[in-house]
Each structure stands twice: as C-alpha cells, then as structure tokens.
C-alpha cells in the first residue's frame, strides 16, 4: 500500500506571499492531520480533516488553514507568509476520526520563507 | 510545566544493549500515547501506541504506561546502531482535541 505523499518536498517564498501545500492519505484513510516542525518549537498540531469537516485545531493563527477534499485528498495553505512559517510541514493520515489513533507520516514539505 | 515531557539526550548505550526512554505528561485524562521515531531529515515513524496500563510489547521494542504516575516509557532490546535517532513520544489530550508532541529524546548507540 503506498504511503502518505505531499508536494511539492520544497519550496521557497517570499515574506507576504501564501503557499498552498497537498497531502494524498493512504488509500482507505479518512483522517488526515497536519503538523508544523521546527528546531524550536518542535513537532506542533496544526488540524485534523475528517471527512470533508475539520474536527479538530491547534493553536495557530487564522492565516494557516486547510480544506479535505471527497476523496480524502487535503490541503493546508497560509496566508501572509511570515519568516517564522520557515518549517517542515507533516501532513498524517489514520484510518479512522480522531487524534486517539495511530497516525502514519509523510514525507513532509519544507518551506523557506525569506 | 511542559505538557509532555522527555530528556532530551542525548542517551548514548552500547550496541546490544537496552535502551530506556521516558516521557511524562500533564493532563491526566489522557487515553492515547505513541512513540514515533524520526531519524534526521526523515518525517517520524509510528513504532509503537499504547492505551491500557501496564506493557506492550513489539518486537525489540516494548511500551510501558503508568497513567497514575503519568508516564510512559520505551524500551529497545538489543540496541542496533541503527536505532540511533530522535524518539518522539505523543499524548492525545484527555478531550481527544489536541495531540501533543515531546520535544524527543536522541538515542546514539555506538558499536
């Protein structure tokens, strides 16, 4: 069964510009969550898509959103890029609704912002 | 007070060796616990969860969890060098709402 994929891997912007990352589950997966990472603050909750509906919310700023498609397919975009958006992005999918259950990671993307 | 808590290392054991990481965590209505592994530059690798008290075992690995005391902890039997990377150990929130990441305990194992 394929992973959990997310494009694009990299990316580079601009202070000010918005970035729309994607994240396909693993096939049968319904729940997918996303996660900032940085050296500093570490592996951060962002949100949790459950079909089509965000169930669950981390404490970011309303510049970071994200949307699930019908085919479970997310996407997380932010607005107003600012220079500590500089992170890897995780997107993870789990089989089932909630955070109680095991989750699967991808690769990652990882966004500069200068 | 840190809501989930883990040394930060790095803990440095001999190959074949067992390895000992701990995690402790603040909300003590929480259910679900992981351990992930994330070796550098690579996204984290489920290894192992746990929802009842007492161990878990998989492998090399087993998972210990004491919600009266609010810990839970990862041991590696027979320790490989290729288990030298950063240990992430996560709480889901008592209200299911939040999953909560320790900062990871780096594991070196040297031959």
């Known amino acids: 069964k394929a992973g959990v994929t997310q494009t694009p891997r990299y990316l580079i912007k601009t202070r000010g510009q918005q970035v729309t990352l994607s994240c396909s589950p693993i096939s049968g997966h319904r729940s997918v969550s996303w996660y900032q990472q940085t050296p500093g603050q570490g592996l951060q909750f962002l949100f949790e898509y459950f079909s089509e509906t965000q169930r669950n919310k981390g404490n970011f700023p309303g510049r970071f959103s994200g949307r699930q498609f019908s085919n479970s397919r997310s996407e997380m975009n932010v607005s107003t890029l600012e220079l500590g958006d500089s992170a890897l992005y995780l997107c993870?999918?789990?089989?089932?609704?909630?955070?109680?259950?095991?989750?699967?990671f991808g690769p990652g993307t990882r966004l500069t912002v200068t | 007070q840190k809501e989930v808590e883990q040394n930060s290392g790095p803990l440095s054991v001999p190959e074949g060796a067992i390895a000992s990481l701990n995690c402790t965590y603040s909300d003590r209505g929480s259910q679900s616990f992981f351990w992930y592994r994330q070796y550098s530059g690579k996204s984290p690798e489920l290894i192992m969860f746990i929802y009842s008290n007492g161990d878990k075992e998989d492998g090399r690995f087993t998972a210990q969890l004491n919600k009266a005391s609010q810990y839970v902890s990862l041991l590696i039997r027979d320790s490989q060098p290729s288990d030298s990377a950063t240990y992430l150990c996560a709480v889901v929130s008592g209200g299911y709402n939040k999953l909560i990441f320790g900062a990871g305990t780096r594991l070196a194992v040297h031959p």
């Open positions: 993870a999918s789990s089989p089932l609704e909630g955070l109680g259950y095991e989750q699967y």
